[in-house]
């Protein structure tokens, strides 16, 4: 979004979120006109009951400053209602709520986060926006082959590759994955798993639980923009088994590879996804089922479908949405 913002114009300054008042202290060094947030459950949640009330009350008079003294303008692009992990949600639900309303626009991914938005939150309809993400295939080199991607990994012509792409973390739902996956497995299919690792002891536990099998290939570590294009390419199919979820970058990153997406089964993702419905699970138990599907579909074709609707997005709407702000 920022390369995207200033090809058109826009002068953007990039925050980092500190440790302590890094609101305050970037209003201070930028002076911006805007102030747009992304992720703002780890302004809220700490690692304790008492941390989480002392980040949200920092957190709360921060946007007092920026709205009521400062007069900036606050808008969001909101992916989750709720933190993934579950984790307070009474206070991160007082607390969002009260963000939200002092934001002047706020950016959802579909129509059905919208609704739930207006009811959980009770924000009015003229705020949101519903704004497609910019198509990932703008930003992210693709110029490899799937035979060049599969050498480069060290993976046969003739496998079957399942990718799971994105950060290891517990909501995610790996170990569902692994244990469907060995299950179901074909002599020919291999588990690619590739992402940064936020709990190293998490890993260790699925690589147990996987029994080393060689049909489960581990990239835990941070993947690189100029390496992305070798995993998706490599891929017959994006395995994204999330518990919960209203949005996800990563199935607009892997339609913009041209991968269809095995996923949980939300309102969201069964509209965006309606075309290949049959690789959406409604229930954890039903992936393994799933995994078997994939087998009988045609993956090209619905990969260049996935592609088209990443290709035609709104996400030029968001110049006006800047721009209105």
């Given amino acids: 979004m920022i390369a995207f913002l200033r090809i058109n114009g826009f002068e953007v300054q990039a925050g980092k979120k500190g440790k302590f008042g890094s609101i305050y202290k970037h209003v201070k060094d930028f002076d911006p006109e805007i102030v747009y947030f992304d992720w703002v459950h780890s302004f809220i949640l700490g690692k304790s009951v008492a941390w989480s009330y002392i980040k949200s009350l920092l957190f709360i008079a921060e946007i007092i400053y920026l709205s009521s003294i400062k007069k900036i303008t606050i808008i969001h692009t909101l992916h989750?209602?709720?933190?993934?992990?579950?984790?307070?949600?009474?206070?991160?639900?007082?607390?969002?709520?009260?963000?939200?309303k002092q934001c002047s626009k706020i950016r959802v991914y579909s129509e059905e986060v919208k609704q739930k938005v207006i009811h959980q939150f009770n924000i009015s309809p003229d705020c949101i926006s519903v704004i497609q993400d910019i198509p990932y295939h703008q930003y992210y080199p693709n110029n490899s082959t799937k035979k060049q991607s599969r050498t480069r990994l060290n993976i046969a012509d003739t496998t079957f590759?399942?990718?799971?792409?994105?950060?290891?973390?517990?909501?995610?739902g790996l170990e569902n994955l692994?244990?469907?996956?060995?299950?179901?497995?074909?002599?020919?299919?291999?588990?690619?798993?590739?992402?940064?690792?936020?709990?190293?002891?998490?890993?260790?536990?699925?690589?147990?639980?996987?029994?080393?099998?060689?049909k489960i290939i581990w990239f835990d570590r941070f993947i690189a923009k100029e390496e992305v294009q070798y995993f998706f390419n490599a891929a017959d199919i994006v395995v994204l088994p999330f518990l919960r979820i209203d949005h996800s970058g990563t199935i607009d990153l892997a339609m913009s590879f041209r991968k269809?997406?095995?996923?949980?089964?939300?309102?969201?993702?069964?509209?965006?996804?309606?075309?290949?419905?049959?690789?959406?699970?409604?229930?954890?138990?039903?992936?393994?089922?799933?995994?078997?599907?994939?087998?009988?579909?045609?993956?090209?074709?619905?990969?260049l479908q996935n592609f088209t609707i990443a290709d035609s997005s709104n996400y030029h709407e968001l110049l006006k949405w800047f721009q209105k702000a």
């Fill in 161 to 172: 590759v399942f990718l799971f792409f994105g950060r290891i973390k517990t909501y995610k």
């Fill in 178 to 214: 692994i244990e469907s996956f060995l299950s179901t497995a074909r002599q020919d299919d291999c588990l690619l798993i590739a992402g940064a690792n936020a709990d190293q002891d998490y890993v260790l536990k699925l690589k147990n639980l996987s029994c080393n099998d060689p």
């Fill in 260 to 303: 269809p997406v095995i996923t949980l089964k939300t309102d969201s993702t069964k509209a965006l996804l309606a075309h290949q419905e049959i690789l959406l699970f409604e229930e954890t138990k039903d992936l393994a089922d799933t995994l078997v599907k994939a087998h009988q579909i045609n993956t090209e074709q619905i990969g």
């Fill in 80 to 100: 989750n209602t709720q933190n993934h992990l579950q984790l307070r949600l009474f206070l991160e639900r007082v607390v969002y709520g009260f963000f939200l």
